[in-house]
């Protein structure tokens, strides 16, 4: 049984490292479907997992008990959506250079939510280490089966946000192809001038994609927080904004190829840690070990980049004077 537990275990720990950018590659696939680039997801992270922290840490100075990561939650979406806003104005308003929009968000995310938590928290480099975090449930009678309990007791025993990440694959699955808000979100990032013609709000639509994407960015950072870390500092999120981009890449724009790419990178990730374990491991450079993950996706990206055909109008703002 000692190959089931290593099995349950390594499911674990990629679960963990996959959920965060499940929500976050979501919420590309909304922006980007819409046309809009979103390079600032990381920033979004970093926005989320701070939010989460300090309001979830109030919440329990507060008293209000288990209630506190799920006030944290609603935080991180709020501050998402902010500062997506910020970028929606810009991006599409002023039409401003969606991938210079997108930087600048990383930029003020990683500078801002620092210096917030310096003068929340009296100098302190990080917030204070929250005391209630979410905890694992499992689904009842599933867990209990002989064998395939033990083996799948990873994927039935998880953090609730775990499967909220797979209820909002399923919903953003439905919502882009059995809704007309789907039809109309792909289309202005298709063909935004036809959009125009039938009568869909081309810059609506578009910020909406933006807005949803800043609150499942928001989710992803938050999930690290209060599932993994227990707090918020600068090196809190390191990168899996950029790993959740390259998901939505390699799964092509589509919710279910980036569920996919999201778990295999989530793999990638764990095995930096799990292979920590074993005496072998200490053999191998803690660098060689860290870079893993990112060594994967770039071999990942490199044999997909030419197969993944992103949608026509992306990056490209809409004048209506030029149809």
Do not use: C
Request: proline residues 4%; charged residues 10%; glycine residues 10%.
């Amino acid at each position: 049984m000692d190959i089931i537990r290593i099995l349950s275990e390594l499911l674990n720990i990629t679960l963990v490292y996959s959920t965060p950018l499940i929500f976050a590659a979501m919420g590309g696939i909304f922006s980007e479907r819409s046309g809009v680039v979103n390079i600032g997801i990381e920033g979004l992270m970093i926005s989320g997992a701070f939010a989460s922290a300090v309001v979830a840490w109030y919440a329990e100075e507060a008293g209000l008990g288990m209630l506190s990561p799920w006030v944290g939650l609603v935080a991180a979406i709020v501050l998402g959506m902010a500062l997506s806003l910020i970028h929606a104005v810009a991006s599409i308003t002023y039409k401003a250079d969606q991938v210079v929009s997108g930087v600048v968000i990383n930029f003020l995310a990683a500078g801002l939510m620092v210096y917030l938590v310096k003068v929340i928290f009296e100098g302190q480099g990080q917030t204070e280490t929250l005391d209630i975090v979410f905890s694992k449930v499992s689904i009842p009678f599933l867990a209990d089966i002989p064998i395939l309990g033990d083996l799948l007791g990873s994927v039935l025993f998880s953090y609730p946000t775990t499967y909220l990440a797979l209820a909002v694959v399923a919903a953003t699955w439905y919502i882009l192809f059995k809704m007309p808000f789907g039809l109309r979100l792909r289309s202005v990032g298709e063909h935004p001038s036809a959009a125009d013609t039938v009568g869909i709000k081309v810059s609506r639509m578009r910020y909406l994609g933006v807005l949803i994407s800043g609150a499942l960015a928001g989710l992803g950072g938050a999930t690290i927080t209060l599932t993994t870390t227990s707090t918020f500092s600068h090196n809190t999120i390191s990168g899996q904004g950029f790993i959740a981009i390259a998901a939505m890449i390699f799964g092509k724009w589509h919710p279910l190829g980036a569920l996919g790419a999201a778990v295999f990178f989530g793999f990638a990730q764990s095995l930096r840690h799990f292979v920590q374990l074993y005496e072998w491991a200490k053999a191998i450079p803690t660098e060689f070990i860290y870079m893993l993950p990112y060594v994967l996706t770039i071999l990942v990206l490199a044999g997909a980049v030419g197969r993944a055909y992103p949608p026509a109008a992306l990056g490209e703002p809409y004048d209506p004077g030029k149809r």
